[in-house]
């Protein structure tokens, strides 16, 4: 079978061979979806072993291979009903528990449709014979291929060692590396996240839109929850947005993460915007601060102050820029401009794709390294630019847009205006200042 173009899978074996790598099996569900398009609702049970697996060879002769239980092959076709979303050259199949025993056998009251036909146009696709589980398919696989004896990179060390009695190789651990591969977007990913910022920009004016004195912040997250889901977007749990919530019955904390909250909103009350959610695989994430009703003009200032430091941060995305640079950027106008305490700003530039935070630092690029070493920037990677000002004296401010660094300015994935959201009474329906 001869695999529809993946631009990601060529992105990851042209960086193979500065690593020394005959093949990679990635295992992980972002790689595999990475490497493959392939997902199910079965990764989000987030089980410890693998529901699926992808291996990608250094010799381009050999066909990039797709693992999955053999009973999810008219999965696949459903993700190619409208393009080819899943490419691989081959497909190699296993037992997952007795589901695909018992979906061999065939019904006689059920007359299959178009799914059918479609899912039986991939059985010339499916190499070997189908395994007992997920390792015994990929060693098949290893094997078929010449692979023993040779350097394999994994993402998850388990199945090297469950497969190193069939198939003997040197093992290399290939998580940093995968990083290094992802950060970086195809001009299909690109296109893939402007979609992504359309979506984003509806969602913050909707969570915008549900602000007044008198709302209840439980039933806005709610709300927030159900427009994202009724636009393809998964949100990242029952809350909708990281901050806000209360720990007592009257204060409201817009600064908390995600807490339930114990009294409405009232007048003056300072609510963070940030939604976060997945769109086709892809992270939603972006920030903007409002008021409910109108903002004080010490605020107002103080909220510009902000948003022009940020200006000045996004002017820097450029290639070969480090993000290490950027906190002082914002410190210093923070300080110029007499914002009480410009040190309470915390400036984090990250990656961004199939995880919210993709930083290409070696284990554990989460630490101070993410911030302090930073990372130097690349034209295509996608860059969120995450600027939170955890002032006191007159409240916090927070901000983010997610950008695309090209050889120029970089380019914005969202359309919103960093601009303060007031709302202008009890019923009335927020506007930008």
């Not at 569900?29 to 990475?34: A, L, N, Q, T």
């Not at 409405?264 to 086709?280: A, F, M, P, S, Y």
């Not at 992270?283 to 605020?299: C, H, L, Q, S």
Request: glycine share 10%; aromatic share 8%.
């Amino acid at each position: 079978m001869t695999a529809p173009s993946n631009p990601r899978a060529d992105r990851l074996r042209s960086m193979m061979g500065s690593q020394g790598l005959d093949a990679v099996v990635l295992s992980h569900p972002h790689d595999v979806r990475y490497a493959t398009g392939y997902h199910s609702v079965l990764e989000r049970w987030g089980q410890m072993e693998p529901m699926a697996a992808a291996i990608v060879y250094a010799d381009p002769a050999k066909p990039l291979t797709l693992v999955i239980p053999e009973a999810n092959i008219g999965l696949v076709a459903v993700l190619n009903k409208d393009g080819d979303a899943c490419t691989f050259g081959e497909v190699r199949t296993f037992d997952m528990l007795n589901f695909c025993e018992v979906s061999r056998y065939i019904d006689p009251d059920r007359h299959g449709g178009q799914l059918a036909q479609d899912a039986g146009a991939m059985m010339g696709a499916i190499a070997g014979t189908c395994q007992p589980d997920v390792a015994a398919a990929i060693a098949s696989a290893l094997a078929d291929y010449g692979l023993a004896g040779k350097t394999i990179g994994f993402d998850e060390h388990r199945v090297s060692a469950r497969i190193s009695g069939t198939v003997a190789h040197h093992y290399a651990d290939v998580l940093d590396f995968m990083m290094r591969v992802r950060v970086v977007k195809t001009a299909e990913e690109l296109a893939r996240y402007r979609k992504v910022g359309t979506l984003a920009d509806r969602i913050i004016a909707h969570a915008g839109s549900l602000l007044h004195e008198g709302a209840d912040w439980n039933d806005v997250q709610a709300r927030i929850c159900d427009f994202m889901v009724r636009n393809a977007v998964i949100p990242v749990d029952e809350g909708a947005m990281l901050f806000g919530g209360a720990y007592e019955a009257d204060e409201f904390i817009p600064d908390l993460f995600r807490t339930r909250g114990n009294r409405t909103l009232r007048n003056g009350d300072i609510v963070i915007l940030e939604t976060q959610g997945i769109h086709d695989g892809f992270w939603v994430d972006i920030n903007r601060t409002a008021v409910v009703g109108t903002a004080t003009p010490e605020y107002r200032r103080q909220h510009d102050v902000l948003r022009d430091a940020f200006v000045k941060m996004v002017d820097q995305l450029r290639p070969g820029v480090s993000t290490a640079s950027l906190p002082a950027i914002g410190y210093e106008h923070l300080k110029a401009h007499g914002i009480a305490t410009p040190e309470k700003l915390l400036v984090v530039a990250h990656g961004i794709g199939l995880m919210p935070l993709e930083i290409p630092l070696p284990f554990p690029a989460a630490g101070l390294s993410g911030v302090k070493e930073g990372f130097v920037l690349e034209e295509d990677m996608l860059i969120s630019l995450d600027s939170l000002y955890f002032g006191a004296k007159l409240g916090p401010c927070h901000m983010e847009n997610v950008y695309a660094i090209t050889a120029g300015a970089p380019e914005p994935m969202y359309a919103a205006p960093l601009k303060l959201f007031e709302t202008a009474g009890a019923d009335a329906d927020p506007v930008h200042s």
